[in-house]
């Protein structure tokens, strides 16, 4: 799945980050050291989703109670276009 990318007209910021050397090694394995930068943007920006969803579920849940298991089956077959 494809992340969306900033508007071209934002600005990017060079950050420096220490990552174990073995994730760097994987990573640039399937990017080459060009595609690195591009990589980790969209694990941020994925990650970022990720952790959005799981606030909206969050507050959701502190506000109604827990999903049912009848409510989490729905969302999975809405999910999976069933």
């Given at each position: ?39 980790v ?34 969302a ?7």
């Amino acid at each position: 799945m494809a992340i969306e990318h900033a508007p071209a007209d934002d600005a990017t910021v060079k950050k420096s980050v220490t990552i174990p050397r073995s994730l760097a090694r994987e990573v640039e394995a399937r990017t080459g050291a060009r595609g690195f930068s591009r990589f980790v943007s969209e694990a941020i920006a994925h990650a970022l989703a990720l952790t959005k969803t799981r606030e909206i579920v969050e507050d959701y849940e502190r506000e109604h109670g827990p999903f049912t298991a009848e409510e989490i089956e729905e969302a999975r077959r809405a999910w999976h276009g069933e």
